[in-house]
Each structure stands twice: as structure tokens, then as C-alpha cells.
């Protein structure tokens, strides 16, 4: 592997202008084809196939044609001043206006007054009206829009306090791009202290670029095949990103230590290309298989997201190995330090051969104190954890919005009016198609339902044309995300046998509430499965990396560590309020239903990262001969500053998208930076060189028959050494000419092109 990768490196070198000239070739390719490409439209695909709140909804769809299940909604609260009635005659006239324009509009599917429906409050203070669309919220033009604001806006003008719930008229999350900007802006301050060179610093900037934009076209060219879009697009940016800085970053400071070594341009390039790149290689596999793993879930939708990412992630390394040579050999002086530049060809300023640094210091100090540093870090990450013991699944509403805007207030307005139910409905799905008389059926399961203890209101019934099929609404007089709605869901599913052998009809409960409630316990199923996937495939590709036993179980160890704390600052935060008003988050809650299980993917992912870049060092000096003590600190030595500036710059990026306006995006955020921080400063910076000091030598240990079974990949570069011992002593190595600049001292004059 370290061989293949080198030449490639090499010829990347050599061929600067060819692979330049086809990186931006295939940038232009894919950019046109975005640009050329329809729009992508959702596609239909369920979001959860298989849970019962998923079926109603496609039933819904099958039954009632021209009907969209997922179609937009606007539930429109009227609140009359103080003293007065909205059943007043000319409040009643200004809502039953608005009714009758917003049913007037093509794409209003169906409109409930709150007059026929019964929808005021028992003091005649509030009242609301229900508007459905025949389109999803995303295919709402802006007249549609328009029409119904101009409706509200006349409501409003008779005096009534009017305000809009639902997704109808929600404001749309905007694009991305001032997180990207962001993170940009916190690694390049990262990579300059770093490396003490713009040209260093920006290289790989440059390249990470490059790569995010390979990706996202990519993914625009084919979202309308594939029914991608832009939001499945965000994580593949989050990560193309991070990981696209860290895997440059990587290989230029190899290069970087080669040239430091004595190495000429090219031969640096192909060395750096060998070692950097082998980790870079591995780890860019630990995090597609993470990625790639989220497939096992179940949701259409992070599957897309996941694979798309996984992508994005193959991009990086393909740039990694190929377009950073390259540019490295248009300017492969330029990265190189000032003093490195000005004075000597040995001058190492990344802490080189036995000079010390704070990398290998901090080692020493773990190596005389393991114990103390990892029960330190036990102690301190299971504290951290414990709040993930509290852990609640939900999907935040409206209740998460700021007070200032109007869905925050109709929930507010409704919650006051009606109680926290109504802002939860439950929607009931009668199929009557095998019912001798489906109307009193229906009307027998909707009387039944509306006994069920837990449930304050049921709505008249609405049947589909055929007559077969019915739907109504049941309010809880609990809100959407607490234990009495669950238990209310759970009890009306409960009646379904009986009343289907007294009526010959069946039902599903669906609506927003109860799809939550089934994403939630669907996803709490699936993640030990997924855990076990991504964790056995992981440990068998770190067992072939590092040829050890122990060190694949001390990743997944540090790893869990690492993601329960993070959890459980996310529980901290979010759900309990602990500082989240810092953060932007107005109103605490229940934890989006996909973000544990994102979180858990992307965050095993990043973790093996770090154990690649990190022990991957360690392995190639316990190889070359060092004692089991002193690769821990060779490899600090040479590694530690690197994935220090690596793990800051992750964690710059994912904090940028903590701005996010989508809530899950802001959670997200937080959770992968947080994340970052505890398992690159906790887990691997202490207690992996600690676990490593206890266990010695036999950390490396590995089964004779098992030594030889495993394939050979050479990480560690053996086949390199053994290559250069064989090859024309010298530092330079290379076929003069080879790299256009051999004849003279490296560190003196740019290369020739």
C-alpha cells in the first residue's frame, strides 16, 4: 500500500499540470451538469417504511386521490381581545372570510371552520381553522403564499389577534453557506499558527474546496435521479470539509518533515503521499463504512445523506492523494517554514528525530502517570455521560421557535385556549372497505376513540370519495411529546382488534405526533444493530491497519466513551436548557429522533480517524525498532501537534453550523464539536498513550496464525525503508530531473516547471 501510494505521489509531483488540469476539468464537468440538471422534487419515498404512522400516511395518500399525506398545512388561531368572543358577529363574519378566500385558492386541498368543526374554546376567547394544501410546504409558490397572508392580514384588520401554525407559511431554513464561511475562516487562523506559512495554511484550504465543490455539484447533478437535494447535501458539506482539511493538512505536514529530513521535492512528495496517505486511506474507510452503515437504519432519507457524505469523504482522499502533490509541486518551497526556507535543509520544524516538543513531553508525563490520567479520563467522560441516561426522542415543533415568530405564538395561543393537546393532534385512518355499513363504522371507532380516557375532542369524520375510507382527528389533552401521548397511542392502537371484529373496519393512527412516536422507538431498535455493524466492520479494518488485537478494542473503548459523553452534553443542553440560551436554542425539549444515531455514525467515524492518524505513527516506530514506550512518544512527537491542529479545525467546523437556523443542524453541530473535543483532547491525547503505557509491548500483540492470515497493507511504510535502503544512498533519492529541480539545493530555489 505505502508503495502504490508513493508512486502515485510521485507522479501526482511530476505531473503537476495533468492532474491539476483534470481535478479542475472534472470541478467544471460536474458544475455544468449541476447547473444544466432539473430541479429535484421530493420523490415519494416513505420516510420510515414499515412503522404504522408511515403506512396511514400512504394509505391517506392511495385513497384520498389528489391528496397529498405530506402536504402543507396552516392552522390559523384566532384570539378575540380581552373581554370579547371570536363567536361575536363581526369577528365570526372575519373568519368565516378567511375560510372561504383560503378555500377559493387551486391548491388548498380541503379548509375546516372552526364554527362546523368545533374548534373554540370553551370561554369563547380563541378559536382556530384548519387550511390544507395539495402540495408539500417546499412546492407552495410564493403567491400561494400570498394569498393566504393577504387573507390573515384582513382578519387581523377586524380586530382579532390572528396567527399562523403549520409548515404552510413556515419561514424555510435558508441555504447553507455563512457556516461553511465560518469554518473556513477558524481553520485558516488553525492551519497559520500551525504552520507559520500562508501558503501552507491555505494549500490545504484550497484543496478542501476543491473537494466540497466536486461533491455538492455531484450531488445537484444528480439529485433529480437519485431524489437528492440540497439538505441531504448538508452533511456531505459538514464533513467533505472537515475531513477534506484534515486529510491536505496531513500529507503537507509530512512533506513538510520529509524536506525537513533532507528529502528533495519530489521524493518528499512520494514519501509523504506513502505514509500521510496510508493513514489518510484508512481512515477515509473507517468513516465511509460509518457513513455508509446508516443505510441499516431504515430512513430513506439517512441513507441518502449518509451515502452521499460517504462520498464527499471518498472525494477528500482522492484529493489528499492526488491534487495536494500536485500543488505541493508547483510550489514546493512556498509550504515550507521561513526558517526552513532561509537556512538549512535539516532544519525541523516539526519536532524531528530525538529534539523534544510538547507532543512528546506530554507523552512522557502519561507514560510516568498512566493510572492517575486514565481513571481521570474515565471518571470525567462517565460523568459527562450520565445525563444520556435521560435521553428523550422527539421531533421538536413550533414549541422550539423563537417567541417572535407567529407558529410560536398560534402554539402559544393554542396551548393557553384549548391545552398543550391540541398543538399534538392525533390523525385516525378508518379503512371500512371490508365494513357492510362503513359510515356507522366509522362513527362506532370515532365514539370509541373519543371514550378512550386521555383524548378531550374528536373531529367529524371526512370520507374519500369511494365512501370506503375515512379520516378524523383526535386531540390528547397531553402535548405532543410527553409520556401521557405515548401512552394514549399506544392505548388507542390497543382497541384496534375488538373494534375490528365489531365493525369489519380497521384504523392506523398517524399524524405528526404519532409518526414521532414511531420514529423514535424504530430508531432506539435499530441503533444496537447499526452500533454492531459499523464496530465489527471497523475492528476488523483497524486489526489489519495496526496487526494488533488490543489496539482495535482500546479505538472502540475510547470511541464509546467519547460518543456517550457527548450524548450527554447534548442531553445537558438541549433537552435540560443548560446554557442554551447561549446557543441560540429559545426553548428546551424533547432530542431530535435521527440525531443519536447521526451523531453515533459520524462521531465513530471521526474517532477512528484520529486513531489512524495517531497510532499509525506509534506502529511505524515500534516497526522501525523502537522500544513500546518510546513509539508513544515518537509517535506524539511527531503527531500530536498535527492532530491537535486537526481536531481544532473539526471542531471550528462543525461549530459554525451551531448558527444553523434547522434545529437538527444546530444539534447536530454542537454534538459532533463537543464530540471532537472530548474524544481528540480526552481519548486520544490521554488515555490512548495511557491504556498504551500499561499494556507495553503486548499492546502489539497479535496470533502467529493470525499474522498470517491478515493481508500485509503497510502502513507503516516498511516497504518504503526498505525501498530507499536498497536505493543510491543520499538525501535526494530521486532520478535527477525526475522532479525538475534536483540539481539544486531544495531549500534555496523554487522548483523549475
Known sequence: MATFLCRIGRTAFQRRWLTTLLWVVLLGAVGLGAAKAPAASDDGTSFMPGIEAQKAFDLIG????????????????????????????????????????????????????????GAVSEDGSTAYATVNFKVTAGDLTDADKAALEKAVDAARDSGLTVEVGGDALAEQPAAGGSA???????????????????????????TAVVGVGVSMAAILALGSTFGLSLTTGTLATMLGLAVGIDYALFVVSRYREERANGHDPREAAGLAVGTAGSAVVFAGLTVVIALAGLSVVGVPMLTKMGLCAAGAVVVAVLVALTLVP?????????????AARKRRPDGDDNGHKGDDNGGSRWARFV??????????????????????????????????????????????????????GFNGPLTIVVDAEGATDPKGAVNEIAEEIRATSGVVS????????????????????????????????????????????????TFEVTGSTAMNIDVARSLQDALVPYLTVIIALALILLLVVFRSVLVPVKAAFGFLLSVLAALGAVV????????AELLGVEQAGPIMSLMPIFLVGIVFGLAMDYEVFLVARMREAYVHGDRAPQA???????????????????????????????????????GLAVAVLFDAFVVRMALVPAVLALLGDKAWWLPGWLDRVLPRVDVEG???????SGHDAGPAGGDPGDSGDSGDPAWQEPARL
Not at 488553525?190 to 501558503?199: D, E, Y
Open 62 to 117: 392511495e385513497r384520498f386521490p389528489g391528496t397529498d399525506a405530506k402536504g402543507a398545512a396552516a392552522r390559523i388561531v384566532f384570539v378575540a381581545p380581552d373581554g370579547e368572543k371570536v363567536t361575536a358577529s363581526g369577528h365570526r363574519a372575519a373568519i368565516d372570510a378567511l375560510v372561504a378566500e383560503a378555500a377559493d385558492e387551486p391548491q388548498v386541498a380541503a379548509t375546516t371552520s372552526p364554527f362546523t368543526a
Open 572 to 579: 445537558a443542553v438541549f433537552q435540560w436548557g443548560w446554557g
Open 632 to 670: 508513544v512518544v515518537s509517535g506524539f512527537r511527531h503527531s500530536a501537534r498535527v492532530v491537535v491542529a486537526a481536531a481544532v479545525i473539526m471542531i471550528a467546523v462543525f461549530s459554525g453550523f451551531i448558527g444553523a437556523g434547522e434545529s437538527m443542524i444546530k444539534t447536530i453541530g454542537f
Open 718 to 724: 516498511t516497504g518504503l525503508t526498505a525501498a530507499r
Open 326 to 338: 500536485a500543488l505541493l509541486g508547483m510550489w514546493p518551497n512556498a509550504v515550507l517554514s521561513r
Open 180 to 206: 461553511e464561511v465560518i469554518g473556513i475562516a477558524l481553520a485558516a487562523v488553525v492551519l497559520l499558527i500551525t504552520f507559520g506559512s500562508l501558503a501552507a495554511a491555505g494549500l490545504p484550504l484550497l
Open 458 to 505: 374528536v373531529s367529524p369524520a371526512r370520507f374519500n370519495p369511494a365512501g370506503d375510507t375515512a379520516l378524523f382527528s383526535a386531540v390528547p389533552t397531553a402535548g405532543p411529546n410527553t409520556e401521557d401521548t405515548k401512552n394514549l397511542v399506544k392505548s388507542i392502537r390497543s382497541e384496534r382488534a375488538d373494534l375490528r371484529a365489531e365493525t369489519g373496519a
Open 367 to 420: 507514560l510516568r502517570h498512566p493510572v492517575p490520567v486514565l481513571v481521570a479520563c474515565v471518571a470525567g467522560l462517565g460523568v459527562l455521560a450520565l445525563p444520556a441516561a435521560q435521553l428523550e426522542m422527539g421531533m421538536p415543533g413550533a414549541e422550539s421557535k423563537p417567541s417572535s415568530s407567529t407558529e410560536r405564538r398560534a402554539y402559544d395561543a393554542l396551548a393557553d385556549g384549548f391545552g398543550a
